[in-house]
């Protein structure tokens, strides 16, 4: 009798928690469908291995201004929020010859195209507000060959292949609307070039690095 008491009261107290738990994944202001805005401080570098300190006037960077729309999905399990999240973005970053002073980073004269990012985060609630998550997934971007006068696009293109890592913080501020401020690094190691006729070159390996400190502002469902 004891025991069937000890069965029946835990069944009971699941029963309980099961919708209070559901209940409160549905109040808690990081779960449902999302989309929002993001701008920030881009900078794409040459890797490691790809070495050119010998030459002073070459820092091997380029650098701007990173904007673009994101949009995910997040579900709240207790502490722990769960979600996918995908991201167009394009930059201002682009080669410069100031007095002499070629950023090139392997590519030869490009401007910053656009980017696409799908993957997943994982966070951890700080109050009911405030969530702190990391982030990781597939990144693809593409740099634009510039003519010899380093300001006219031409027809063709690099694409870049690579994953991405980050972490961030976001602030609910009501049950609809929130900020985010995140940094996060990508690593591109393979490429080709699209050529104007829509033709592409065989996948070529890279060394090329970006770094981003993104904020944004987002509306959920």
Do not use: C
Request: hydrophobic share 35%.
């Amino acid at each position: 009798m004891k025991k069937m008491v000890a069965i029946l009261a835990t069944g009971s107290l699941a029963a309980i928690a099961a919708p209070a738990l559901a209940q409160s994944a549905d109040d808690s202001p990081f779960t449902g469908a999302r989309v929002g805005v993001t701008g920030g401080y881009d900078v794409t570098t040459a890797g490691s291995s790809v070495d050119d300190d010998g030459n002073d006037n070459n820092d091997q960077s380029i650098d701007g201004f990173a904007y673009g729309v994101t949009a995910g999905y997040d579900i709240a399990l207790g502490g722990v929020v769960v979600g996918v999240e995908g991201e167009y973005t394009d930059s201002t970053a682009k080669t410069e010859f100031d007095d002499g002073d070629f950023e090139g980073f392997g590519f030869g004269s490009v401007d910053t195209g656009r980017d696409l990012y799908i993957g997943a985060r994982v966070g951890t609630l700080v109050g009911e507000n405030a969530l702190l998550y990391a982030k990781g997934g597939y990144t693809n971007t593409k740099l634009n060959v510039l003519s010899s006068d380093g300001t006219t696009e031409t027809d063709r293109d690099f694409k870049l292949d690579g994953w991405r890592i980050g972490a961030g913080a976001e602030y609910a501020l009501n049950q609809n609307t929130f900020v985010n401020q995140e940094y996060r690094y990508s690593k591109y190691e393979e490429a080709n070039i699209e050529f104007p006729d829509g033709s592409t070159s065989t996948s070529f390996d890279v060394d090329t690095d970006r770094h981003q400190v993104m904020a944004g502002v987002g509306f959920r469902f």
